[in-house]
């Protein structure tokens, strides 16, 4: 099937820095991707969305990129701080449901 | 506070034992799914399903089995069968009459085999 992947399995940055996690997707009928950050112990939690038709979408410090002509995502987090620590996911949506999961992306922020 | 409750957080299975992991919701979801966690690795499909009373295989549904009875309950069997239990599963949900939305996830149980 096809395979979401990352660029780097860890990551560190200083605490104020900004913060690029890049992601790799292989299906270029893909239309929605996701980014989740999860903490220790705990489920992934929604950070943003995109839509295919979109190459950027803002929130709150956060920031994703799509390129569709290389099949490249990336979540950029500004201004990084201690609690950004936690691994990061994107993920694919193929048909309604399914969801299609990267390994992740272990951020380090260091104080 | 709407949510997605997992229950229990930890839970220990002996060899020939099949174990049920809880999962509800109150954000009126239709849609909701099971997936399974290993270290170091992504999220894989177990089952899903969209409508109560019907529910479909993901990608490594063998070993496991799943009812959808209630919207809000969608609890999963590890049974015996499933010679590699110990895995984090994680129930998430999501709407179903809009496409392009994100599913949410409850905080997850951890099953290990004693």
């Known amino acids: 099937g096809e395979s979401v992947g990352l660029h780097l399995p860890t990551l560190s940055v200083q605490e104020g820095d900004n913060s690029i996690i890049n992601c790799a997707y292989s299906?270029?009928?893909?239309?929605?991707f996701i980014w989740y950050k999860q903490e220790s112990g705990k489920g992934p939690q929604f950070i943003i969305d995109?839509?295919?038709?979109?190459d950027k979408r803002q929130g709150q410090r956060v920031t994703v990129l799509l390129n569709k002509t290389v099949k490249h995502l990336s979540l950029q987090i500004a201004a990084t701080q201690p609690g950004d620590s936690a691994v990061y996911f994107c993920a694919e949506l193929e048909g309604a449901n399914n969801l299609f999961f990267g390994t992740g992306t272990r951020l380090t922020v260091i104080p | 506070d709407g949510g997605i409750t997992q229950s229990p957080k930890y839970l220990f299975r002996k060899e020939g034992q099949n174990v049920t992991l809880s999962c509800e919701q109150n954000l009126n979801h239709d849609a909701m799914y099971w997936y399974r966690q290993d270290p170091g690795q992504g999220l894989r499909l177990i089952y899903y399903s969209q409508i109560v009373n019907d529910f479909q295989k993901g990608d490594i549904a063998e070993g496991y089995s799943v009812s959808r009875e209630k919207k809000e309950s969608f609890p999963l069997t590890v049974t015996s069968a499933q010679k590699n239990p110990t895995a984090f599963y994680l129930c998430?949900?999501?709407?179903?009459?809009?496409?392009?939305?994100?599913?949410?996830f409850g905080d997850g149980t951890r099953l290990s085999i004693l």
């Open positions: 998430a949900s999501s709407l179903r009459d809009r496409v392009y939305q994100p599913q949410h």
């Open positions: 995109i839509r295919s038709n979109m």
């Open positions: 299906n270029s009928a893909s239309d929605y």
